[in-house]
């Protein structure tokens, strides 16, 4: 077993355009879950719209890449607020079944025949990076440092996405010790009790799943920045995969969403690597197919050991978990 | 999610009087695994034209010409054996379907998919049949002419029976849903890896195991209620105790519904399985109806359990102590009823119902697949919701509604976002009518 390269790939992963991807969409999920109260089952939609908008913007009407992202957030918005207006008022379960099922519309509206001619169904689009990298500002060759070494358009994806990673956990700091984010975390407690100061929850839980979803939907750029776009990549699984993360890390806290999707990602990788490899050793009697998936079936028993036995996350105080009932 | 009904089967159209043109299509079958991996290798993975090469060592090589002039973008539909796969022929005419057996299998040339004013002459579907020898033309004599297309009545009412089969399906694994919400208050993501494990179980018992079908299906769904028993007395009753919030509870249920479904994976691979005697022909029954044997049965089953769920939830002492429970958890343990007990029977009535409605799945679609029951959960989830959560007969109305709407509905909408129409209805339902249509009014905001 060559626990060099595994622990290489592990380590990789930490800066993968996944990985950047997952904590925004993660930190928009703790604006949405964390600090509003709000069960979004739908991120993948947002996700989604986030990277179709991308790629249709520049593939279908030549828009350049910042255009581009610009439409994915406009997108999000008018997504956030078709979603919004007949869900917010909804109880926590069926607002959990009605995201879910809305994320599904919109990956099937995107996967259809129907409208072929801007996603190509099925097959995805690619081939939209072009604008992208001609705004490189990095001095081309590959460069960094042990198993993060990167060519410079890989080195460009990760360091605008961090860098978007990086004004998202400001802005949701600055926005959760403001008024607003008090009033928020008031209407998680107690809704009730919020309305009844004349504060209007509709409109503050509104403001949070607008906000919450462009996050997403940058998250879901950034994914597709170096690669593609696929609409079988945004099936509800990823939705949960990325609750997953946020859980992990803490679902009321600033930094838990990064943390959480960096281990998320690493212990992913780390899995895909380990179990294989023990099954080609001989160590377990599955064949490595089998070992590979493995790492689902370990992804959704964590889920449920983490809600279950510490659903603050690591990061996270209990205290601010008593929402959760 | 897939289809459920990959493709419309329209009667072969006869020969009109004026044909101008003819259309021969040389349907080859190629038994000749050689040659396979190396045509095959060359395509792109995603080609339409080429379906299932890899995983089968037979083909069905398609050729579709018109004048010497090959046509694309032809719909294929290869059927026989349980097995099911359409393609679309390339721009060189052609079009390759790998089949699993060496049986018998029909061949159907979807007759809207070819240029407008073209139809086949000829036999279609094609029966085509593999002797001892490798290769096997047969022709498909096409033609320029009017195209025979079954009246929309006609189409009406076979989807609406064909919904109505589907619904029923829905219907077995709704009411356990909306019994399970009902009795504990816990929304469950998982009951989608109970449908699966059904099928899964009749899988493992009448295919691997070699059982007669009968039994391993009665078998399957004595195993899911089993099943419903282990996951409630294993996971949830200790979790009640424990007193974990429902929001808790139901992310708890998303792990679950995850690590069933990969487990589901880690055994049966991600390839698709049939039981036998999935397919088969189907029969004129009345007018435009047509259904196969295997229908048939799964409609008359359906039926019948549901009316035995009926019975059981008015006139027996634990149905209406399930009811009441339901309705009021706290107000019939008042009364005396063991709310526990209630809690146990109907994870386990659910769960077998659910099985049940994966053994039928599985024969509807056809194919026992990994995440068969995910594709599947957001229309009970639909029907639940607009018949009242929480009610038996509601779930059962609104499973037959969304049923009927999401196979009716291709009569417009293409069929790959049919189910579009479903979840549509259920965001309107929780505008317009948010306790469904049997639920009583309650709070749910």
């Known amino acids: 077993m060559d626990w060099g390269q595994i622990l290489n790939n592990t380590a990789s992963f930490m800066l993968s355009a996944e990985t950047i991807g997952f904590m925004l969409a993660a930190l928009g999920l703790s604006i949405h879950f964390g600090y509003a109260g709000l069960l979004n089952f739908g991120m993948a939609g947002f996700m989604a719209i986030g990277a179709y908008g991308y790629a249709i913007s520049i593939l279908s009407f030549g828009l350049p890449w910042w255009a581009a992202m610009g439409v994915s957030m406009l997108g999000a918005i008018v997504f956030a607020v078709v979603l919004g207006i007949p869900t917010l008022r909804l109880r926590a379960d069926y607002l959990a079944i009605v995201t879910i099922a809305a994320a599904e519309i919109v990956r099937l509206l995107f996967q259809t025949q129907l409208f072929d001619r801007w996603t190509n169904s099925a097959d995805g689009l690619g081939g939209y990076h072009a604008s992208f990298r001609a705004a490189n500002p990095l001095p081309t060759g590959t460069y960094g440092l042990g198993p993060w070494t990167y060519t410079e358009t890989g080195w460009w994806a990760r360091v605008f996405g961090l860098l978007l990673v990086a004004l998202a956990v400001v802005l949701v700091w600055l926005l959760m010790r403001s008024p607003w984010g008090r009033v928020l975390k008031g209407i998680r407690e107690d809704e009730d009790a919020v309305r009844s100061l004349g504060k209007n929850v509709f409109l503050y839980k509104m403001q949070a799943l607008i906000i919450g979803g462009v996050l997403g939907a940058l998250g879901g750029v950034v994914i597709a920045l170096p690669s593609a776009v696929i609409p079988q990549y945004y099936l509800p699984s990823l939705t949960f995969f990325v609750w997953t993360a946020l859980l992990l890390g803490g679902a009321a806290t600033i930094f838990g969403p990064v943390l959480g999707s960096m281990l998320y990602w690493m212990l992913m990788a780390f899995l895909s690597g380990v179990l294989p490899a023990m099954a080609a050793e001989g160590w377990l009697p599955i064949s490595t197919t089998q070992a590979g998936n493995l790492r689902f079936v370990v992804v959704g028993v964590a889920l449920m050991l983490l809600v279950a036995f510490r659903p603050q996350g690591i990061l996270g105080n209990k205290k601010e978990m008593t929402f959760v009932k | ?445």
């Open chain 2, 1 to 445: 999610m897939q289809p459920t009904t990959p493709h419309r089967v329209r009667r072969p159209a006869r020969a009109p009087l004026h044909v101008l043109g003819l259309l021969l299509t040389t349907l080859t079958l190629v038994l000749f695994p050689l040659l396979v991996p190396a045509v095959a290798s060359a395509q792109a993975p995603d080609d339409q034209s080429q379906v299932n090469v890899e995983e089968h060592d037979q083909n069905i090589a398609i050729n579709v010409r018109y004048d010497n002039e090959p046509v694309a973008d032809v719909r294929v539909v290869v059927t026989g054996g349980g097995y099911e796969a359409e393609a679309l022929t390339n721009d060189r005419g052609q079009a390759r379907v790998g089949v699993p057996t060496t049986d018998a299998y029909e061949v159907l040339i979807d007759e809207e998919s070819l240029p407008e004013g073209v139809t086949v002459t000829g036999e279609n579907p094609l029966n085509v049949e593999y002797g001892s020898q490798f290769f096997q033309p047969a022709n498909f004599f096409l033609g320029e002419g009017e195209r025979q297309t079954t009246g929309l009545m006609a189409q009406f009412v076979e989807r609406l029976v064909n919904g109505l089969n589907f619904g029923l399906m829905l219907a077995l694994a709704s009411i356990g849903l909306s019994l399970i919400f009902g009795t504990t208050g816990l929304t469950n993501f998982a009951h989608a890896e109970m449908v699966t494990f059904g099928a899964v179980a009749a899988l493992a018992l009448g295919v691997f195991a070699d059982w007669p079908i009968w039994i391993a299906i009665i078998v399957a769904v004595a195993l899911s209620g089993a099943f419903g028993w282990v996951v409630d007395a294993g996971i949830w009753r200790p979790l009640r105790r424990r007193g974990i919030g429902l929001v808790q509870l139901m992310i708890l249920t998303i792990g679950l519904s995850l690590a069933g479904r990969y487990v589901f994976q880690f055994f049966i691979g991600g390839g698709t399985y049939q039981l036998p005697g999935a397919g088969g022909t189907r029969h004129q029954i009345l007018g435009p109806i047509r259904l196969s044997t295997v229908d048939m049965v799964s409609m008359g089953i359906s039926l019948t359990v549901l009316l035995l769920v009926a019975y059981w939830l008015l006139r027996t002492r634990t149905g209406k102590a399930t009811r009441a429970v339901s309705d009021n958890r706290s107000l019939a343990a008042a009364s005396g009823i063991d709310v526990d007990a209630v809690t146990r029977i109907v994870w386990v009535a659910g769960a077998a119902l659910a099985g049940l409605s994966g053994v039928l799945w599985a024969y509807f679609r056809p194919g026992i697949k990994w995440d068969m029951g995910v594709q599947i959960l957001l229309l009970i989830f639909a029907a639940v919701v607009l018949g009242g959560l929480g009610t038996a007969f509601g779930a059962l109305l609104g499973a037959l509604v969304i049923g009927v709407l999401v196979e009716v509905s291709t009569l417009w909408i293409p069929s790959d976002i049919k189910y579009v129409g479903a979840l549509g209805v259920l965001i309107i339902i929780l505008l317009v009518r948010p306790q469904g249509i049997l639920g009583r009014r309650a709070r749910i905001g």
